[in-house]
């Protein structure tokens, strides 16, 4: 056996997949793409009549509210995603923690952790609506999807969670939670459709 | 310049200083940026450009539009060759490489014209007359005849190597069409904030603008123009797109359109796609796509150098060249005469103006004489001849004497059809208007409205106040307050004034009505006589209207000769309706990004790269690429890799990834209930820390999926499903408990992107896990019995999931791990079982080993196979109702003849088995009644030293020992097999406790 590895180094979604650097078109990039690694993530799923409790844990906890509409909820250090009906994703910037914040919801919800089982990543650039339109069948015009407004939904045939953070000072800004396996489907669509504008790639932490 | 001797010195929208040099049937000319192909051909002096498709007849420039039926020609060489291009939309690029199709040898001369001399056979429903008899000649001797005889250009045979791309796109308003009535309305849209979309499928804006000499608001219309695109252009919420054809209208205000973004290069510029399909959601559409011209069918007119009156004007206007010198107009209105106007402008001669209608004004009079015409009013062209060159006219006057007239160029005019394809994509019928002649839009779709030409309204005027006043009512549609409504500008005086003729009678020669598919009068006349009389059968039974040109110039007049041949008017003799796409799509341009590798998504499990390394050889399980086998230097053939692998699992261990298996996390105080409706097997007793088999069965009784699900706490399970079926279990159990108990307290999701699992099996699985799991897990046999599963840790505080289960048979384990240590895990168990010799393995060792165990995988679980013919029946509880369980008791499924499931093996040890060899009583006939099942999986064993096989057949269980033939033609197979226990392998299960 050639392998000599001695430790259990984890290997994140895009491993394998995309490297930091550029593509496509030289020049300015006109968007930029940051694979969000590291982060933690897990759906909760509300108990039948228990909604009203878990929302007060939760603002108690993370001082958020669950958002009754695809829209998501920022908090410093925690995110909350509409995902479906009284579902919603909890995302956090670091794994640290994150079992004991996780066990603490299981009182009043269904917790499922799934940090490994979305490759993430975030876009930005004057032309990221113009590479997310060649695969998102939803209006990403600024007054069709608002900043904070999530989409449950697919892209290149990949299922796809979809939001809008605050826009930067060159565009707006999306994250965009796709299944870990089908990664390398997506960044295949996606180097073919960002190539035109040229892409800036970089790791970064949730 | 010394080429083009048909180009004006001056005038055009052309670029004189960019010269382009291009190639057509090998030979060299040259034209200017702004050209299409057609009119640098026609600056060239070429008008032979083809040949038709029945007759082999020579053919020209008929349009200067989308609507060509005879400037066909292949476009490109090699890979990116296309065959029937209209060289009037193929914008001219430097190296432009074109050919023309359907001769041989050569355009000039070609052999196949012949075709003509045979014609009368060839007519309209040749094919069925002559071609009937006897059968057996036409696959051998017609069609390949035929073939070769009819047809266009060739395919290029070759993968386009060019990208194409979908894109979607959302407005409050679409224009189609670019010309002054789509300009005002995008305008008028555009400056209240709407947002819109202006597509034209043109390479420049402006319609029949860029075409005529016009005037608005006094001053040049190309001053209005500019203007108006120059505005829309600052308005940020307006997006134009040339080149870009709307193509289709579907359900919900979608519309389909086509962008070419790198036809008009050579190839793509670095990092562009070749085009792009667009599906645009519009809150409102206006189609101002403005008309097309309607030629007349006459004897000779389909020769080169018989032009429409508006194409005409084109090529002067529009691309500064001059269509032919000497030229007689025939026009049946007042609309061609401003091609008499541009030709004489242009410095061109015209001979004559045959005006179909008797009563000349005395204006039209004095215009003829200013233009130094011979007027024939009431006159017709009976007869335009030269063969491959227009030569002369026959002009018959109001009193039928003929004059013949020597000319290079024939400008025939009779009234414009608006361009309302889109109207009909969603079954709208267009009306037919007395008045002016021809269809308009009738029942228009939801959200669209139409203008200018388009709606039948053909002045300038009328274009410019339509599109005004519907771009105003769009924003307001979107809720906008509409930008003020200023004057509509003024334009110079026009006329539209027609007498349409549909055919000049009583001549001899060919008089075509579809150009593209060579369908002449004499044909719609046959069909009349023949009883093909309503629209859709004159359609087929001539082919009128079936080219790749849909009849765009054709179809009026086929079903205004029909409407003549059978004394009704035309509205009575039917309607011409059009389907989607308006203009030939290249398929690429439907599939975009998805095609080769990227069709669909391609599922890759987290160990995926550690297997690559591995050289394992990877198989496709639906969308999952899935490790097959682990081939070794020197092992040159499957079957030895396998064998190899199975030795090395019974015989110490291997390990095998499972990751690809659905796994649905089911948590709530109903969860166990919720597994007691589902599953046929029970549920409540299973104690917390335990995995058992279950089975789940379709409404109708039939088995679906099965897998094992472990009891992770009170209120907690994991589910596994089969690789296959975990969407579709997913969906069911969602369907069940939304729709069947939407009581139950349950909350599921799927977890199976979240694990990477792998199968540790063999005697030496439990010794390797030891190097794995965190020691303060004790994994004993007696801490950890056959069918355990429980939360551990490996790796020093990594959270884990460790299941006792086994599809091989033997001592087995699945360990789980969060997906980012799937790779860490699979090199650690390497590490691990070294020392007992540790073997990856793939999906076909784990199906040696589970046939050798008589495991039921996907050949048996196939929809059609219930869980008695299975061997399972004793599962279904009969303590609780579970899905299927009212239905699985319905005669024909439980009658005992039913096929089960048994083992098969080979009397002669030597012989192979094939799965899907039916099974058939030995000295029976090979024919279906003797059918007793089919072998639905098959595998050499390493152990036993041949092969087995597991398959259906009728009342098995009660027949073991007993012989029949295994018989599959297919292959030339037909063994002779005993039926036996499908359990070949350690029958009494001691593996799998040890």
Redesign the interface.
Same mark, same amino acid.
Request: proline content about 10%.
């Given at each position: 056996m050639a392998e000599t590895a001695t430790s259990w180094d984890p290997r994140g979604a895009w491993a394998g997949i995309a490297q930091p650097g550029s593509f496509g078109a030289k020049g300015e990039a006109g968007v930029f793409a940051i694979m969000l690694e590291g982060f933690g993530l897990a759906s909760v799923i509300a108990e039948p009549d228990t909604t009203a409790a878990l929302s007060q844990t939760v603002e108690a906890l993370l001082g958020l509210t669950l958002p009754p509409t695809p829209r998501i909820a920022r908090g410093p250090a925690h995110d909350i995603v509409w995902a479906g009906p009284d579902q919603w994703l909890l995302r956090t910037a670091s794994r640290n923690g994150f079992t004991g914040l996780l066990s603490e919801l299981s009182a009043h919800a269904a917790v499922s952790e799934q940090s490994d089982a979305r490759a993430a990543l975030r876009l930005s650039g004057p032309r990221a609506r113009d590479v997310l339109a060649k695969g998102v069948m939803l209006d990403l015009h600024p007054t069709a999807f608002a900043i904070g407004d999530v989409a449950l939904t697919n892209v290149a045939y990949v299922g796809a969670h979809l939001w809008r953070l605050d826009d930067a000072a060159d565009g707006p800004v999306f994250e965009i939670l796709l299944p870990r396996s089908m990664a390398g489907s997506f960044w295949s669509w996606f180097v073919a459709s960002a190539r035109e504008f040229g892409c800036r790639v970089a790791s970064g932490r949730g | 310049m010394s080429g083009q001797s048909f180009r004006l010195a001056s005038g055009g929208l052309i670029d004189r200083t960019r010269a382009l040099a291009f190639r057509f049937d090998g030979k060299s000319y040259e034209g200017h940026a702004g050209d299409t192909l057609a009119s640098a051909l026609l600056a060239n002096g070429v008008r032979l450009v083809g040949r038709s498709f029945k007759y082999h007849r020579p053919r020209g420039i008929l349009s200067a539009g989308p609507e060509e039926p005879n400037a066909l020609v292949e476009l490109r060489t090699g890979a990116r060759r296309e065959p029937n291009t209209r060289a009037t939309v193929v914008e001219l690029f430097d190296g432009l490489e074109a050919a023309s199709q359907n001769r041989w040898p050569s355009l000039a001369f070609d052999l196949l014209s012949l075709n003509g001399l045979v014609s009368p056979a060839l007519v309209a429903g040749f094919y069925y007359k002559t071609f009937m008899w006897p059968a057996a000649f036409w696959e051998k001797l017609y069609e390949p005849l035929i073939r070769r005889a009819a047809g266009l250009g060739r395919a290029a045979g070759a993968e386009d190597p060019d990208?194409y791309?979908? $894109?979607? =796109?959302?407005c409050d308003l679409l224009v189609v069409g670019g010309g002054p009535a789509g300009l005002a309305a995008a305008l008028a849209a555009g400056r209240s904030g709407t %947002?819109v979309i202006l597509c034209d499928e043109d390479f420049r804006l402006g319609g029949r603008l860029l075409a005529e000499k016009r005037e608005i608001d006094g001053k040049p219309a190309a001053e209005w123009l500019a203007a108006t695109l120059a505005e829309l252009e600052s308005i940020p919420e307006v997006r134009i797109m040339p080149r870009t054809t709307v193509f289709g209208l579907y359900d919900h205000g979608i519309y389909g359109a086509v962008e070419r973004v790198g036809d008009h290069l050579p190839e793509p510029a670095?990092? !562009?796609?070749r085009q792009r399909g667009w599906?645009i959601?519009a809150r409102r559409a206006i189609l101002a796509a403005g008309a097309l011209e309607r030629p007349i069918v006459f004897p000779g007119n389909d020769t080169p150098g018989v032009m429409l009156a508006g194409a005409a004007r084109a090529y002067v206007n529009r691309y500064g060249v001059l269509p032919g010198r000497e030229a007689v107009l025939f026009t049946a209105g007042d609309d061609g005469w401003a091609t008499a106007h541009a030709i004489t402008a242009a410095g061109g001669k015209v001979a004559a103006i045959v005006d179909t209608r008797k009563d000349a004004d005395p204006a039209r009079k004095a215009l003829a004489e200013q233009l130094g015409a011979r007027l024939f009013a009431g006159g017709v062209i009976a007869h335009a001849r030269g063969g491959r060159q227009l030569d002369g006219v026959t002009i018959r006057d109001a009193s039928g004497a003929t004059t013949a007239l020597a000319c290079d160029l024939l400008a025939v005019s009779n009234g414009w059809n608006p361009t309302l394809h889109l109207t009909s994509h969603q079954n709208g019928k267009p009306a037919w208007d007395e008045t002016l002649q021809c269809f308009v839009p009738g029942t228009l779709p939801a959200g669209l409205t139409v203008a200018g030409s388009a709606a039948g309204r053909f002045t300038l005027a009328q274009a410019l106040d339509d599109g005004a006043r519907l771009g105003r009512e769009a924003a307001v549609d979107a809720g906008l307050i509409p930008a003020g409504a200023g004057p509509v500008p003024a334009t110079d005086p026009e006329t539209t004034a027609l007498t349409p003729v549909w055919r000049v009678k009583g001549a001899k020669g060919k008089a075509f009505v579809d150009y593209q598919n060579d369908v002449t009068d004499k044909d719609v006349e046959l069909a009349a006589r023949e009883g093909f009389r309503p629209v859709e059968h004159l359609k087929r039974y001539t082919t009128l209207g079936m080219a790749t040109d849909q009849g765009k110039t054709s179809n009026l007049g086929g079903l205004a000769i029909m409407a003549e041949q059978t004394g009704r008017t035309i509205p009575q003799t039917g309607t011409t309706t059009f389907r989607p796409p308006y203009t030939p799509v290249a398929i690429g341009a439907l599939a975009?990004?998805?095609r080769g590798?990227?069709f %669909?998504?391609?599922?890759? $499990?987290?160990t995926?790269?550690w297997s690559r390394e591995q050289g394992a050889v990877f198989i496709e399980a639906g !969308?999952?690429l899935r490790a097959q086998y682990y081939p070794k230097p020197g092992e040159n053939d499957w079957l030895t890799t396998v064998n190899r692998e199975v030795l090395a699992v019974r015989a110490g261990v291997g390990i095998c990834d499972v990751s690809t298996l659905g796994k649905i996390?089911i &948590?709530?105080t109903d969860a166990a209930e919720f597994l007691e409706r589902v599953y046929i097997n029970g549920w409540k007793a299973l104690p917390v820390g335990k995995a058992r088999y279950g089975l789940m069965l379709r409404e109708d009784g039939f088995v679906m999926d099965d897998g094992t699900t472990s009891r992770l706490g009170e209120r907690h399970f994991l589910m596994t499903t089969t690789t296959a079926n975990a969407g579709k279990v997913m969906q069911h159990l969602e369907f069940c408990h939304q729709v069947l108990w939407p009581d139950l307290?349950i &909350? *599921?999701?799927s977890?199976?992107? &979240?694990?990477a699992q792998v199968a540790v099996a063999g005697p030496k699985a439990r010794e390797t896990l030891r190097g794995v799991v965190d020691s303060t897990h004790d994994i004993s046999n007696e801490a950890f019995p056959y069918l355990a599963a429980r939360a551990i840790t490996? #790796?020093?505080g990594?959270?884990a999931r460790l299941f006792r289960i086994s599809f091989s048979g033997e001592l087995a384990y699945e360990l789980a791990v969060? =997906?980012?240590? #799937?790779? =860490? *895990?699979m %090199? $650690?168990l390497? %590490?691990a079982g070294?020392p007992f010799g540790i073997t990856p393995y793939g999906t076909e060792a784990l199906g040696v080993m589970r046939i050798e165990k008589g495991h039921v995988a996907g050949n048996e679980l196939n929809g059609q196979t219930t869980a008695r013919d299975l061997g399972l029946g004793k599962m279904m509880s009969t303590k609780k109702d579970f899905i299927g369980r009212l239905m699985v008791g319905r005669q024909a499924l439980i009658e005992k003849d039913r096929p089960s499931f048994v083992g098969f093996r080979p009397i002669d040890s030597a012989q192979r088995l094939r799965a899907g060899a039916h099974f058939i009583g030995i000295g029976k006939a090979a024919v279906m009644e003797n059918d007793e099942g089919y072998m639905t999986s098959v595998a050499y064993s390493p152990h036993l030293k041949h092969w087995m096989g597991l398959g259906l057949i009728r009342n098995g269980a009660g027949r073991i020992g007993e012989r029949v033939r295994a018989y599959d033609p297919v292959r030339n197979g037909d063994v002779v097999v005993e039926i036996c226990s499908p359990v070949f392998v350690d029958p009494e299960g001691t593996h799998l406790h040890g």
């Open positions: - | 990208h791309e979908k $894109a979607f =796109a959302f %947002r670095p990092y !562009q796609p599906r959601h975009g990004h998805h590798k990227d %669909r998504p391609t599922r890759l $499990a987290p995926h790269d !969308q999952w996390d &948590q709530g307290d &909350q *599921m999701v977890v199976s992107e &979240q694990w490996v #790796g020093g990594i959270p969060p =997906a980012d240590y #799937g790779d =860490a *895990m %090199r $650690a390497t %590490r070294e």
